[in-house]
């Protein structure tokens, strides 16, 4: 049985050592998870992994073989004792989890999750954490601009082979949650109900003796969902055939390669003359949102985008760099931050608090917990208590329905897709009971 | 039960019940998996992932569930027939795979892999394939750049916070072949017995009362192994506080922040003075071979690197774009190439002969099976026949070394890090005989 429980970081388990070695396993602390400053590319992030997250959290726990393993790991011969190890076999996570929902849209400094629990197993578990947090929110968050680009126009989850075979399955949620129409990953569809598109191959025309026979074979085989690649050989003339073959049975073509302006304004014109004036024009191939942006600019006749490489990989900005960070000590009651130049943390437990007008978001303010703002929404909210969940999941509509309102809350600047000029960022303030907070941890400290 | 038959785009599916309604999904073809252009910053990729892609062709079988989800498809109802869905109940793969060892050097436009079977097994792992081989290939060739930058000094993997869980563990293991010295991630060490290593987070040191108290602790703990972090507060200060906690049991110290040059040889003076010579300095924070190249060519006293973010998530070629292409029908004794510009494949069925001389590769042809060419070694070997494995897997340490030869005997040039210059290129060349039957193609098709 593969169960994730090592899949931590090392020092994780030294330091959980080291803590039931001193005693101090049960020292109850909290961490909160934040990005220190948004990626250069991007105006905001989408919350994302949070259920990965709860999943794990609850049904974290040791098998026998891990436990064999980790009485033997090479690194570390002896260094993990046997009462240690032993209280790994049993353990269960049953800390509290405070998180803002999956959609909802976040920005630098302000916490997207708190854990509190021992100190052993909230180290254990942020490797994960952040592992998926990082990685579904990164998506989410770049697939929210393709979408500003797209407007109107249906974007479809390309990117299942420019990633790991799982990651590729929770990077098509994370899509779907922030505006996509549909993946082309099945496991997803079956895992999350994420709606299922495709079209078909270059192979499937390779695979037969002419592109006619490819059309028509598809045409016969999906009468009621005939959507054709065309442009194995040449686009032009694939259209051609495309037509001839499927005729008004043809849902829609797909291009993904050449020069997609000319080629769709062509192939339109072709879909129009035979009467096919409902047929869909769907173009792939490293597509990105400032290229979807030039072509529905230049009034490309595209009724739908298909993305992969550029959601999955994005190279403008390849990761998010979410934290894990200590800020309180419980047991003390002492609020915890770190000093080093550019890397500092807020001390202390957070509430984010979002302040809006006329509907939109104005500004947001990260305080603490005991504070109250008139109007303000606090965005952190309970999902585990004591390891048990105590609030439903959202649904995966609800996430996605989330997304949608939270996007369209934001000031029109932040949608630009440019890189933000510093007074273009939206502001996110430290509140006058956290400063103060900071200034005597610093005083402490120094 | 998870299993991995729904990792993959819905056409594929599509497509298989289209082969299957015209009695074509047994007809016999050949695939190749192939990289068109190396990236810009690759001057030559390591392959990595076949043992991922080989467990995947051996265990793969649609569940219960998935073949209910798949009568179900609300994209395609009613379009998968009753027997295709049956036809799928009972399917194991049954094909051939010839492909290169992991740790295998390679370039542009050669087979990384070749797959024979029917049209419907082979077509319906190409997401998975390319998903695997991309994603550690990609890790693996990477890894060898930095490794090149570090020469004798170690490499430690420390990813898995910027990746996805599971991507983080193969990820692991790709950076290990290609010749990191160790991870963190203990998964990875479970599952490949990669070697982890780590050492301290600034959580530690937070969550005790005084960085003293902290490194007494660890030293206590972990008598033999200890490696403390150092720049919670101030790296100089918190190296003396080190050396104090911790004396002789010193082994390393690690640095996260700040101007590493200047920081690593002041705690590089304080370890000497306090007679800790043999006391180790290992650095990290988004470090890559561009980084580690300087501070070596500085003179920099770090014996040892962490290298994570920039790993996992490059940012100067984040994708290897390989692709998976039809070249061969066997029902029709057929080689088949796909045209569009910019788009080409090599028909027919391919091996990559290597010529070295004195040791050194000096330029590969990719031929066609029958060809001889003294001298050479094809690189393709026979994994799969079948569906059955007819060659031991290498074992994780047999990789390696092959990974380091293969390496070793790479022209000087190719080991250089700015972006190659045509000229500079590795020869890759295209046989007489290929060249041949690509004219005949050619011919064919217009």
Request: glycine letters at 8%; proline letters at 4%; one cysteine or more.
């Amino acid at each position: 049985m593969r169960t994730p429980a090592l899949m931590t970081d090392l020092y994780q388990l030294t330091m959980a050592a080291g803590y039931f070695r001193h005693g101090l396993q049960d020292k109850r602390v909290s961490f909160e998870l934040f990005v220190r400053r948004l990626p250069e590319h991007r105006r905001y992030l989408v919350m994302a992994g949070l259920e990965t997250v709860l999943g794990y959290l609850r049904e974290l726990r040791f098998t026998e073989g891990q436990i064999a393993y980790l009485r033997e790991v090479p690194a570390l011969r002896g260094a993990f004792s046997y009462e240690f190890v032993e209280y790994l076999r049993d353990f269960r996570f049953q800390g509290d989890v405070w998180a803002m929902p999956e959609g909802t849209v976040c920005f630098a400094r302000e916490p997207l999750l708190r854990i509190t629990g021992t100190l052993l197993e909230t180290q254990l578990v942020e490797t994960f954490l952040l592992s998926a947090i990082n990685t579904e929110t990164g998506v989410a968050s770049k697939a929210a601009r393709i979408m500003q680009a797209a407007g109107d126009r249906q974007v479809l989850e390309f990117g299942s082979r420019r990633t790991s075979p799982e990651e590729a399955v929770l990077s098509a949620r994370a899509a779907y949650v922030a505006g996509f129409a549909a993946t082309s990953n099945v496991e997803a569809g079956y895992r999350f109900d994420v709606p299922v598109a495709g079209t078909a191959a270059h192979s499937w025309t390779m695979s037969h003796a002419s592109e006619e026979e490819a059309f028509t074979h598809y045409a016969d085989a999906f009468p009621k969902h005939t959507y054709l690649l065309v442009d194995t050989y040449d686009t032009v003339e694939g259209t051609r055939r495309a037509i001839a073959a499927a005729g008004s049975r043809l849902r829609g073509v797909r291009l993904d390669s050449g020069d997609l302006l000319t080629l769709s304004r062509e192939v339109r014109r072709l879909l129009d003359e035979a009467g096919l004036t409902e047929t869909e024009i769907i173009a792939s191939g490293d597509l990105e949102e400032h290229r979807i942006t030039e072509l529905r600019r230049q009034g490309a006749p595209i009724n739908g985008y298909g993305v992969g490489t550029e959601l999955v990989r994005p190279s403008d900005s390849p990761t998010i760099g979410g934290v894990y960070k200590l800020v309180y000590d419980h047991s003390a009651d002492r609020p915890v931050a770190k000093l080093s130049e550019g890397k500092e943390t807020l001390p202390g437990l957070h509430q984010v608090y979002r302040i809006k007008r006329h509907g939109k978001s104005e500004r947001d303010v990260v305080g603490t917990l005991a504070e109250f703002h008139v109007d303000a929404e606090p965005l952190l909210v309970e999902w585990l208590q004591k390891g048990k969940l105590v609030r439903p999941l959202p649904t995966l509509a609800q996430v996605r329905a989330t997304a949608r309102k939270e996007l369209a809350a934001l000031p029109d600047r932040l949608h630009r897709l440019d890189p933000a000029r510093p007074e273009e960022a939206y502001e996110v303030s430290i509140s006058d009971g956290l400063s103060n907070l900071i200034g005597e941890v610093r005083r402490q400290q120094h």
